[in-house]
């Protein structure tokens, strides 16, 4: 699924913005349909095969202009769902014209993303990455993140409170707990959670939760995972999802798009989709 391994990639702001109202368009003319046909499976499945097809084209030819295309219709495509969902959603709990007026604009704040000189800079990175709790697409995501780190912080209260062996932090315990104020997310080191990642010295990102193991470096891979909560607002749950599967299942690895994104929050250097930087 991805294009043009190892070379840094800039964007492409025309063909982003034409794919983007694309994108919505599309979306949001699902949106109807699923609303027209009492929200049918059939309406959630071509959203999915939305998301699947544009992942892949924008892994395949990121760095030309389709590839760009195709990034923004994936941005698009997630704002349209969310002031979609969001009119449905904070309609019913406050009423229909708060509803309209919160989706609407959550829905144009998950565009804007589309626009580099907004994207890579810190204000809107804040705006965007502590919108996600508001963001009904990412809520997926984010909620599985807040389980975690429920059942990591029961997990600490079972921990031994003895010295562990050759002074490693009990396999249950949380060691640490960072937040980072700028996006929004919230480092968790140790816990069972993280530390049941079979990868030595790693971290995941849940949304605005992210966990790193026990052994992880001191930095917990901080800047790197924050930027997968900006590419969740941005692109949405099943975005997330695929892009796990393409970094652990499918071989992508560092290579895989999703994280060729959420590292250009962390450095400019090669491999990197200059989308956060």
């Known amino acids: 699924m991805n294009g043009r391994k190892g070379a840094t990639v800039d964007l492409r702001q025309n063909e982003a913005m034409i794919g983007g109202l694309v994108g919505a368009l599309a979306s949001g003319a699902l949106a109807v ?9 059939i309406g959630v499945a071509a959203m999915a095969a939305l998301v699947i097809v ?3 084209l924008s892994g395949v030819l990121v760095g030309r202009s389709a590839g ?3 990034r923004g219709f994936l941005v698009g495509a997630n704002a349209a769902a969310n002031a979609a969902l969001g009119i449905v959603v904070y309609g019913a709990l406050f009423g229909t014209t708060v509803g309209v007026v919160a989706g609407l604009l959550l829905g144009v704040v998950n565009l804007l993303a589309v626009l580099p000189p907004l994207s890579t800079g810190e204000a809107f990175q804040g705006l965007l990455g502590w919108i996600n709790f508001l963001l009904p697409m990412s809520w997926l995501v984010t909620g599985l993140g807040f389980l975690f780190l429920l059942a990591s912080a029961i997990g600490t209260l079972f921990a031994g409170r003895g010295a562990a062996a050759a002074g490693t932090p009990p396999f249950l315990k949380i060691t640490r707990f960072v937040p980072d104020w700028k996006t929004g997310t919230f480092f968790v080191r140790g816990g069972f959670v993280a530390n049941l990642n079979p990868l030595t010295g790693s971290a995941f990102n849940m949304g ?3 966990f790193a193991k026990r052994d992880a470096p001191a930095d917990m891979h901080l800047e790197h995972e924050a930027g997968h909560t900006l590419n969740l607002a941005a692109f949405g749950s099943l975005f997330h999802f695929v892009g796990a599967i393409d ?11 999703a994280e ?3 590292e250009s ?3 400019a250097g090669s491999s990197v ?3 956060w930087i």
Not at 248 to 254: E, H, K, L, R
């Open 247 to 257: 970094e652990n299942v499918t071989g992508g690895g560092a290579n895989a798009f």
């Open 260 to 262: 060729r994104l959420a």
């Open 54 to 56: 544009g992942y892949i």
């Open 273 to 275: 989709v200059k989308m």
């Open 208 to 210: 605005n939760f992210a």
């Open 68 to 70: 760009e295309f195709f």
């Open 265 to 267: 929050n962390n450095s």
């Open 33 to 41: 349909i699923m609303w027209l046909t009492s929200f049918s499976w």
